[in-house]
């Protein structure tokens, strides 16, 4: 069975996507597309070496007045 991720991204003042994949700490990767973004994730995730994930349990937004 195929390991899934959550992968959280945002874009930077120069346009580059950046990917964080919470339940692995440290595991993060930017690209200049989503598309190079995904393939360097896969690449990142490939690499990390790490024998207890954490487990993701979601996001959530928060307003400051």
């Known amino acids: ?16 996507f950046t990917g964080n994949i919470p339940s692995l ?9 989503i598309e190079e973004l995904n393939a360097n994730m896969k690449e990142a995730i490939a690499l990390y070496d790490d024998d207890t994930p954490v487990e993701f349990i979601g996001l959530q937004k928060i307003a400051l007045p």
């Open 25 to 33: 700490p440290g595991c993060h990767t930017q690209g200049r597309t």
């Open 1 to 16: 069975m195929a390991q899934e991720f959550f992968m959280t991204i945002t874009r930077d003042e120069e346009g580059y």
